[in-house]
């Protein structure tokens, strides 16, 4: 494995299977102690910065949230020499400003998910680490974001609460109404073990998310057509290159 120095990785989500831009690109196939990566992690740069990029679903988008294999990205990712990661995620807006097509920099996190393995202290013979997670988000990565954004003229939501579902199957319209109870103001299905794994690992991580749906039973039509969610995701991800160029 080459380790090299990576100013950001990035962890595409669905819709975004490799970033427009990256220039001089040099592809890594790796192995890690924790089984194989979704996909090759591919290496450029953009506007002078080093970038990794790595398809958390695959290529294809083959692999289900439930299915993605967390802990072998992050150690690639660590390994090949990552200085922070930033997790582009698809997500339902639950909070009325968080409607389709909106950028959302999300500064808090719950977990629902369940069965995943969502700790390096999970191998056998690991030490046991419990790590701080009062701030999931790391906040100079967050400012920076909120700062990129700016630059490149993309409003974008400072802050949030990201509800991290199972999947992937959508939520019912009452697991919805709890999950507003209980803060959440995003939904979606890859948030967790993602950023609590880079925080084992050291690594800085942040959420970029990209609204593509209304949660159930928030917007005005009664279902939810995938037709209208891949027409809002791909909106939402066209800013998503303009924002990492920005970075400082």
């Known amino acids: 494995m080459t380790r090299e120095r990576i100013d950001y990785a990035v962890i595409g989500g ?3 299977y490799r970033l427009p831009g ?15 990566p979704s996909s090759e992690i591919v290496c450029g740069s953009l506007h002078g910065r080093t970038f990794a990029f790595l398809a958390r679903h695959g290529e294809t988008h083959a692999i289900a949230p439930h299915r993605v294999n967390y802990r072998a990205n992050l150690f690639a990712l660590h390994e090949l020499g990552a200085r922070a990661v930033i997790g582009i995620n698809a997500v339902g807006g639950i909070r009325e400003d968080m409607a389709p097509r909106t950028v959302a920099v999300p500064d808090q996190i719950i977990d629902y998910t369940h069965g995943r393995l969502s700790s390096f202290s999970d191998a056998e013979g690991a030490t046991v680490r419990h790590v701080d997670f009062t701030e999931p988000y790391a906040p100079e990565l967050r400012a920076a974001l909120i700062e990129a954004s700016a630059r490149a003229k993309v409003p974008v939501v400072d802050g949030g609460c990201y509800g991290a579902t199972q999947g992937p199957r959508l939520e019912t319209r009452a697991e919805i109404v709890r999950m507003r109870r209980d803060g959440c103001d995003l939904v979606g299905m890859t948030g967790m073990p993602e950023a609590v794994l880079a925080r084992e690992l050291e690594l800085p991580y942040a959420c970029l998310a990209l609204v593509a749906n209304w949660a159930a039973g928030c917007g005005e039509d009664e279902e939810i057509s995938l037709q209208e969610i891949f027409a809002h995701l791909e909106a939402a991800t066209a800013h998503v290159p303009i924002i990492l160029s920005r970075l400082p």
């Open 14 to 16: 669905t819709g975004l």
């Open 22 to 36: 990256l220039e001089g690109l040099r592809k890594q196939t790796l192995a890690t102690p924790y089984g194989v």
